[in-house]
């Protein structure tokens, strides 16, 4: 399995990003897919999760400004943010885990300028 990420750049606050991740390999749909992030000096945290059967669940910090989605066909999980902050600022990872073995993914930068 890779995991290739794309979409993060800098953006003002306020402003939108849409973060793809495009997975390889078999039993995507399946699987478990998570978007982290970490932050300069800061621990990596999970940001966003969607499941096989397309439950969602947010960190606090990001409920109602992000949106995560999956499409099984293409094997892409995406994540759209809205109204972001300078404190999204981090480098964002893709995670696959499918029964129990995990994946990561490249990280894919996003700076949100005040």
């Known amino acids: 399995v890779q995991l290739q990420a794309f979409g993060g750049g800098l953006v003002q606050a306020g402003g939108s990003l849409r973060l793809s991740c495009a997975a390889s390999?078999?039993?995507?749909?399946?699987?478990?897919m998570d978007w982290y992030r970490q932050a300069s000096g800061k621990q990596r945290e999970l940001v966003a999760r969607?499941?096989?059967?397309?439950?969602?669940i947010y960190a606090a910090s990001v409920k109602g400004r992000f949106t995560i989605s999956r499409d099984n066909v293409k094997k892409m999980v995406y994540l759209d943010m809205n109204n972001l902050k300078p404190e999204d600022t981090a480098v964002y990872y893709c995670?696959?885990?499918?029964?129990?073995?995990?994946?990561w993914g490249q990280g894919t930068e996003v700076t949100v300028s005040s």
């Open positions: 390999g078999s039993f995507f749909s399946i699987s478990v």
């Open positions: 995670y696959q885990d499918t029964a129990g073995r995990s994946y």
């Open positions: 969607i499941t096989s059967g397309s439950t969602t």
